[in-house]
Every structure is written in C-alpha cells, then in structure tokens.
T-cell receptor, first 113, second 114 residues
Framework: AQSVTQLDSQVPVFEEAPVELRCNYS??????LFWYVQYPNQGLQLLLK??????LVESINGFEAEFNKSQTSFHLRKPSVHISDTAEYFC???????????FGQGTRLTINP | NAGVTQTPKFRVLKTGQSMTLLCAQD?????MYWYRQDPGMGLRLIHY???????AKGEVPDGYNVSRLKKQNFLLGLESAAPSQTSVYFC?????????????FGPGTRLTVT
C-alpha cells in the first residue's frame, strides 16, 4: 500500500530565509505527486504537481519541488520565504491508475519577521 | 463559479445526535470525496463517489454514511455522533479520479461533539 511521510511537523524560519519541506513516499508502482497548501481557516489548494517529464516542477509563487525516484522523495523548496507563506503544507501521492490520493501528515510552516 | 461549497461551517453536537453535512460543486465534476482532518494525521478519506448514484468506502468509513443523489451534491451523514468524530471535515471534487486531475477542496466544516 502507498504511504506518505512528511518528516517535519513544524518548520519555523525567518523571513527571506530558504526553506525545505521534506516528503517521502512508498509505492510499488509509478506515482503522481502533489503538494497542497492550506492557509489558516481555509481549504486546501493545489500548489504544484509532478505527473511525468521534468523532475523539477515549479509553482507560480516561487516554490519548487523535485521528484527523486531513487530516494522516493518529493521535497518542496523556496529560496526566500515571505510572511504570506505561513500555512500548512501537505504532500500527497496517487498511484497511476488509482482513484484515491494519500496525504502526508502535514508540515506547518511558520515565518518569523 | 463558486467551486466547492460546504454547509454548515461550524456545528456543535451532543453525543448521540445526528446531522448531515452538505457539499455542493458547480464544476460538473464526476468525482467527489469526504475527508476528515485531525492534528498530526493529515487528511483521511471517509467516503467517495465516482458519479451520481454511486458511493464507496474510504480509509475511515465507520460511523458515517453518504449519498450522491445529484451529481453536484455529496452528503455526509452522522447517525449517532461520538466525541471521536470531532474534526474538521473537507469535501473535494475532481473531474476524474485518476491521472493528472487535481482535487478542488471546500472551505471545511468544523464539527465538535460533546
């Protein structure tokens, strides 16, 4: 069965510092990978996704994630964070051909001024 | 285009009471999902539907029932609420279930069972 592990439940960083949110998955088949963001008191929004092709995918607000098949990872990075990036971030995986998404436990990103 | 909406936004129930959460989407999506979100556990799938008139169990279906009588609506019912069902409930929809299709989420319903 597939599973997703987000290694950090909370990540505090200073504004304009770089950040990496870690995500590892396990699956016996090929997968699609997603990062969702949840701002305070809101639902989840898709941040970026890996389907195929280039292993580096980017979002419109400066985040990027790299699919590493050998390490079964899909870490999320941003070179310089802003206060507005304060949110909870969820990694999710779907086996190709499957109907259901499996979510990680979430990482709460806190930006300090 | 409202996307995915959920009613109500907040609710407090006493143990043993029943209630229904309503999810509506105006994107003509085939698939709809109900999740619960608990601290440190991410989102867990309760039930889902692959089309009007169909439902299927997810990861944590016990204590919940669902119905999809209309394509745009997906109802989640609690027949006899328990404190363990205190959670934030999210509905989501997607055009299709597999492949690249992303899920669109509603704003959530915060339920407290005392």
């Amino acid at each position: 069965a597939q599973s997703v592990t987000q290694l950090d439940s909370q990540v505090p960083v200073f504004e304009e510092a770089p950040v990496e949110l870690r995500c590892n998955y396990s699956s016996s088949v090929s997968v699609y990978l997603f990062w969702y963001v949840q701002y305070p008191n809101q639902g989840l929004q898709l941040l970026l996704k890996y389907l195929s092709g280039s292993t580096l995918v980017e979002s419109i607000n400066g985040f990027e994630a790299e699919f590493n098949k050998s390490q079964t990872s899909f870490h999320l990075r941003k070179p310089s964070v802003h206060i507005s990036d304060t949110a909870e971030y969820f990694c999710a995986v779907r086996n190709q051909g499957a109907q259901k998404l499996v979510f990680g436990q979430g990482t709460r990103l806190t930006i300090n001024p | 285009n409202a996307g995915v909406t959920q009613t109500p936004k907040f609710r407090v129930l006493k143990t043993g009471q029943s209630m229904t959460l309503l999810c509506a989407q105006d994107m003509n999506h085939e698939y709809m999902y109900w999740y619960r979100q608990d601290p440190g556990m991410g989102l867990r799938l309760i039930h889902y539907s692959v089309g009007e008139g169909t439902t299927a169990k997810g990861e944590v279906p016990d204590g919940y029932n669902v119905s999809r009588l209309k394509k745009q609506n997906f109802l989640l019912g609690l027949e006899s609420a328990a404190p363990s069902q205190t959670s934030v409930y999210f509905c989501a929809s997607s055009l299709s279930g597999g492949g690249s299709y992303e899920q669109y989420f509603g704003p959530g319903t915060r339920l407290t069972v005392t």
